[in-house]
Nanobody, 124 residues
Framework: QVQLVESGGGLVQAGGSLRLSCAAS????????MGWFRQAPGKEREFVAAISWNGGVTYYADSVKGRFTISRDNAKNTVYLQMNSLKPEDTAVYYCAGSPSAVQAVYSSNYNYWGQGTQVTVSS
């Protein structure tokens, strides 16, 4: 079992930045595909970004491409989401997720482990 704990959410003005972190409880994290998803009120959970086990491959939703950057530090069992140029439509609960196998990273059903989520609110 792997526990994932997100942090770094908060309230920020449009145009601002936040960095989310997701800490994993097991060293086997280093072999996991990791993803970030978000869910806004009244909407379905949607894919944001994902990263391969060694950081060599990254994926982004079109809505965040060029503004968000996913990265990981396997020595610290942590994955990050740097969010710049934030917009009010980025407001959501952000979740990190992990899969022990190489997966089609955009599909939430392919992930086995989920964090509890962290709220990001962007004011206009």
């Amino acid at each position: 079992q792997v526990q994932l704990v997100e942090s770094g959410g908060g309230l920020v003005q449009a145009g601002g930045s936040l960095r989310l972190s997701c800490a994993a409880s097991r060293r086997t994290f280093s072999s996991y595909t990791m993803g970030w998803f978000r869910q806004a009120p009244g909407k379905e959970r949607e894919f944001v970004a994902a990263i391969s086990w060694n950081g060599g491959v990254t994926y982004y939703a079109d809505s965040v491409k060029g503004r968000f950057t996913i990265s990981r530090d396997n020595a610290k069992n942590t994955v990050y989401l740097q969010m710049n140029s934030l917009k009010p439509e980025d407001t959501a609960v952000y979740y990190c997720a992990g899969s022990p196998s190489a997966v089609q990273a955009v599909y939430s059903s392919n992930y086995n482990y989920w964090g509890q989520g962290t709220q990001v609110t962007v004011s206009s």
